[in-house]
């Protein structure tokens, strides 16, 4: 499957479901989601998916109303998803919005002995350094850090800790964004993903090397 570019209604698209997050306006313009949104979007993550020989995701487009904030509508203000690899925690992720298209690659939240095994690593000296160097690289390529964090250093961390922004970290991914415009019905959106996903990779394998899966059983997750 060979991606081509969004539908030219992608952004009007998610700019209308702004005004109108309703399922009438689901229902009136699902066809157009799915032609130009959606369909486009798998057939990115498909191309990219057999090139890393990874497995393909998407999200579905609907809130699960019990969590949502009260004002929330139906559909989600975002049509994403992404390429798991057999070999690597990290997600390589894609998602479309009113924004334009934003590709990252990481762990959105650390099961608990994963945060464990990432905090002993970025805590000892040559494994943090290396981590703190990786990521000062991808930041310098464009690229933006992100993952929940704690307000303060975590227990038994002297808040002066070299690496103590590291240290707080729940989980940590990479990303940036491809705003909207004619780029995204083009395969621009694919160049920018792979780029995206090839410069965060020094991360995801120092995560890959130094945290690993979850050993926690299904059952206690999260």
């Not at 993952?147 to 800790?161: M, N, S």
């Not at 590291?166 to 019905?185: H, N, Q």
Request: glycine share 10%; with cysteine; net charge positive.
């Amino acid at each position: 499957m060979r991606f081509e570019g969004f539908g030219p209604a992608v952004t009007d698209w998610f700019v209308a479901l702004g005004s109108d997050d309703s399922r009438a306006f689901w229902n009136a313009t699902r066809d157009v989601w799915q032609r130009d949104v959606r369909a486009p979007l798998e057939a990115l993550l498909a191309e990219l998916g057999t090139e890393l020989d990874g497995r393909m995701k998407l999200f579905r487009p609907h809130r699960d109303m019990r969590y949502a904030p009260q004002d929330a509508g139906p559909v989600k203000p975002q049509t994403s998803g992404f390429v798991r690899l057999a070999t690597s925690i990290a997600a390589r992720y894609a998602q479309v919005s009113i924004v334009g298209f934003y590709a990252g690659c990481g762990v959105y939240r650390f099961e608990r002995d994963q945060l464990e095994r990432y905090r002993a690593a970025a805590a000892e000296e040559r494994r943090g350094a290396a981590l703190a160097a990786a990521l000062a690289a991808a930041e310098a390529a464009g690229l933006e850090v992100g993952g929940e964090t704690l307000k303060t250093a975590p227990r038994g961390v002297a808040r002066d800790h070299p690496r103590v922004a590291l240290l707080r970290r729940k989980g940590l991914f990479l990303g940036a964004t491809l705003a909207p415009g004619p780029a995204l019905e083009t395969r621009a959106p694919l160049e920018h993903a792979r780029r995206v996903w090839d410069l965060a990779r020094p991360v995801s394998d120092w995560l890959d090397a130094h945290v690993g899966p979850s050993e926690v059983p299904p059952v206690g997750r999260r």
